[in-house]
């Protein structure tokens, strides 16, 4: 079975990602994001969900189920709100883990 890659957001934010072949999944309702994340993490479909930082936040507690796994793959971006960095201390907290030093932003 094929792996897709799913977006999750806000609709202003996610919208493109449907141009490009991913399949979207607007939330406009923060009560709603929780509920959402699971049903899409929780079928066999994604291998990939790329979810806006905002709703990255809303979705804390959902989110540590599969942190552990290798699928799926949780991958915060910037929405249109603008980039709240949390993508970024993501990066540079797993690179430290790997490497053993923040080889990032390490000045």
């Known amino acids: 079975m094929a792996k897709n890659i799913a977006v999750i957001g ?3 934010s996610i919208k493109g990602f449907a141009a490009i ?3 979207i999944y607007p939330c406009d ?3 709603n994001a929780p509920h959402l994340f ?3 993490a929780d079928g066999d479909n994604y291998a990939v969900i790329f979810i806006t930082e905002e709703m990255f936040g809303l979705v804390e507690k959902e ?3 599969y942190e552990e796994r290798l699928i799926p793959a949780v991958i915060p971006i910037p929405g249109v709100k603008g980039n ?3 993508g970024i201390k993501r990066l540079s907290s797993f690179v430290e883990k790997a490497v053993g030093s923040d080889i990032i932003f390490n000045d």
Request: a neutral charge.
């Open 84 to 86: 709240t960095g949390i």
């Open 63 to 65: 989110r540590k189920r």
């Open 10 to 12: 806000d609709s202003e």
């Open 21 to 23: 072949g991913m399949d």
């Open 29 to 31: 309702d923060n009560e």
């Open 38 to 40: 699971r049903k899409i």
